[in-house]
């Protein structure tokens, strides 16, 4: 079965600092992953999609960027973080069309980031 | 523009009623239709998911429907039990190759013993 992992699960950073979350999928291959932002009071955003080994796309302008240097990992980084930036980031990941129709979309358990 | 509506946004109920969340969204040419359920500071757990070629899942005490026409989708959850207090996301997915998800805002439940 196929699982995904992310962590860490909570993180404090200072303003101004670097940023690396890490995602990573197992028992499948080929996954469309995805970073999402769910800041307080707010609905889930879409921040960054991969389709495969090194094609990222943004959905929107921001201090974030993303990499996916192997099949199943997804990275969300920062060189410099923002107060703007605190928020709970969910990676998540689903297969090409016909997987997704039947299968849907798997979310990770999130990563609770608050920048002091 | 792609958009996800979410009523009601709060809902509380005493045990064991049943009860009815409403989604809507804007564009019919939607590919599927999945229903979360989020508890506090937690990821999202699948609850349903409706293809665009189907009317309704069921899963337990839960049922989802989906009227593309309408542009809507029903949670409706039986016999409700205070276990199901927590934040109910449905999802719009894009029949896109990359496939994304929008989202509304959420129902926040609760049900009180």
């Known amino acids: 079965s196929q699982t995904i992992h992310q962590w860490p699960a909570t993180l404090v950073q200072p303003v101004g600092s670097p940023l690396s979350l890490e995602c990573t999928v197992e028992?499948?291959?080929?996954?469309?992953l995805y970073w999402y932002r769910q800041a307080a009071g707010r609905g889930l955003q879409l921040l960054f999609y991969?389709?495969?080994?090194?094609?990222i796309s943004s959905e929107v302008p921001q201090n974030l960027s993303a990499s996916r240097p192997q099949d199943r990992q997804f990275i969300l980084s920062s060189k410099k973080l923002l107060l703007s930036d605190s928020g709970f980031y969910l990676c998540?990941?689903?297969?090409?069309?016909?997987?997704?129709?039947?299968?849907?979309?798997?979310f990770g358990s999130g990563t609770r980031l608050t920048v002091v | 523009k792609q958009e996800v509506t979410q009523i009601p946004a709060a809902l509380s109920v005493p045990e064991g009623e049943n009860l009815v969340l409403n989604c809507s969204f804007t564009?019919?040419?939607?590919?599927?239709l999945q229903w979360f359920r989020q508890d506090p500071g937690k990821g999202l757990t699948s609850l349903l998911l409706?293809?665009?070629?189907?009317r309704e899942q069921t899963s337990g005490r839960l049922n989802a429907s989906l009227d593309k026409s309408s542009g809507r989708s029903t949670l409706y959850i039986a016999a409700s039990q205070p276990g199901d207090s927590a934040t109910y996301l449905c999802?719009?997915?894009?029949?896109?190759?990359?496939?994304?998800?929008?989202f509304g805002q959420g129902t926040i439940l609760t049900v009180h013993p």
């Open positions: 998540a990941w689903t297969g090409g069309l016909l997987v997704r129709a039947n299968y849907g979309y798997t």
């Open positions: 028992g499948t291959s080929n996954p469309n």
């Open positions: 991969s389709v495969g080994i090194g094609q």
């Open positions: 564009d019919s040419a939607i590919y599927n």
């Open positions: 409706i293809q665009s070629s189907q």
């Open positions: 999802a719009r997915g894009g029949g896109t190759s990359y496939g994304k998800l929008t």
